[in-house]
Nanobody, 117 residues
C-alpha cells in the first residue's frame, strides 16, 4: 500500500515560518520525483516545488527565495521549509510522489496552512 502522510501545518502570522514534512511508504523512494502542491478555496491545485531523486529542484515563481524543498532518501521523507509567509500562501498543502517513467501519481491527505494576523 502506498501512503504519503503530511504533517506540520498550522496557523502562522505574515512573515513567519513553517516546516512541512511528508513520510512515504510503499514506494521505491529514490525512484520518485517528490513534490509539494497546494490548493486554495476556489482555485486549481498548483505546483509549489519538486525535487528529484538526485536532488534537482524547481519552484513556482511565487515561492522562489522563500521556500526550500529537501529530501532524505535514507528516511523516505521530503520537507518544505517555508519562510516569509504571505496571506496568499494560505492553502491545503499536498505531498506528491511521481515514479519516473510511469503515469501514476500518489497524493497525501493534505495539511492546512493558514497565514493570517
Amino acid at each position: 500500500q502506498v501512503q504519503l502522510v503530511e504533517s506540520g501545518g498550522g496557523l502562522v502570522q505574515p512573515g513567519g515560518s513553517l516546516r512541512l514534512s511528508c513520510a512515504a511508504s510503499g514506494i521505491i523512494f529514490r525512484m520518485n520525483v517528490m513534490g509539494w502542491y497546494r490548493q486554495a478555496p476556489g482555485k486549481e491545485r498548483e505546483l509549489v516545488a519538486t525535487i528529484s531523486g538526485s536532488g534537482m529542484t524547481n519552484y513556482a515563481d511565487s515561492v522562489k527565495g522563500r521556500f526550500t524543498i529537501s529530501r532524505d532518501n535514507a528516511k523516505n521523507t521530503v520537507s518544505l521549509q517555508m519562510s516569509s509567509l504571505k496571506p496568499e500562501d494560505t492553502a491545503v498543502y499536498y505531498c506528491n510522489a511521481r515514479r519516473v517513467g510511469f503515469l501514476v501519481n500518489y497524493w497525501g491527505q493534505g495539511t492546512q496552512v493558514t497565514v493570517s494576523s
